[in-house]
């Protein structure tokens, strides 16, 4: 897990909300009341933008790294791509239970233990869902994360020891999305710290820094990717 954060409505009122595309999925626990909903955020090829004013409810986040969702719920990540989905539909009995247990806790600690014992526990199941290529797809996914350079789809499947096609179908079930895909967002998250470093970024020297061709290709991916310019988003998030 990436970590796991805590929603009240006092510290997280918020004019819009912006999900950007990072390869990561996110289990969202809310809390409407007496009821629980749960649902799985799978990851984003496309910014998800929601207009406010939103005062969101009471939640607990729990985020998974890239490559790391897979084994909690079952399914090729490829299915949840770009989609909520019920935890009900995902673990169908065992959905409600969990929703159950997590009502029943008392406080925000107690919810946030109850989560973390159910996904230890869906990790010690004996019919773990585990794709054949999930070992090669972390190490090609570290090889991205870490990497300095620009690299084909095919050269990283070659270095790997797999075809092209094994690598696609893998990140398909580990990740959502394809290496190619995968790339141009780490690719573009890396701008984005790069550029939140400063009061005044250069996006032609970030562009350089982080694997772009030029500036132009830099804008261009952004507004591909969010449906806004760099400067733009930058501005929202500050």
Aim: glycine share 10%; hydrophobic share 45%.
């Amino acid at each position: 897990m990436r970590g796991v954060r805590v929603v009240t409505h006092a510290a997280d009122a918020t004019p819009s909300y912006v999900r950007l595309p990072d390869g990561e999925v996110e289990l969202v626990v809310r809390f409407l009341g007496p009821d629980v909903d749960a649902h799985v955020v799978g990851t984003r090829l496309q910014a998800l933008h929601k207009g406010g004013p939103v005062v969101p409810p009471e939640a607990i986040a729990v985020r998974f790294k890239a490559g790391g969702a897979y084994p909690f719920f079952g399914v090729s990540m490829a299915a949840l791509t770009d989609r909520l989905v019920s935890v009900d539909t995902l673990w169908g009995a065992e959905g409600a239970r969990f929703r159950e247990r997590v009502a029943e806790a008392a406080t925000a600690a107690a919810r946030v233990q109850v989560i973390e014992d159910v996904l230890t526990a869906r990790l010690q199941r004996g019919d773990l869902f585990e794709p054949a290529s999930a070992p090669v797809v972390r190490r090609a996914i570290r090889s991205i994360e870490t990497g300095s350079e620009r690299s084909s789809v095919g050269a990283l499947a070659r270095s790997l020891g797999i075809s092209e096609r094994q690598l696609r179908r893998g990140f398909d079930d580990v990740v959502g999305m394809g290496p190619k895909a995968f790339a141009r967002v780490v690719r573009f998250q890396r701008a984005l710290r790069a550029a939140a470093r400063g009061t005044a970024p250069d996006w032609g020297a970030i562009a350089a820094a982080t694997g772009y061709y030029d500036q132009a290709h830099l804008v261009g991916e952004v507004r591909r990717l969010t449906g806004t310019t760099p400067a733009a988003l930058l501005r929202a998030a500050r």
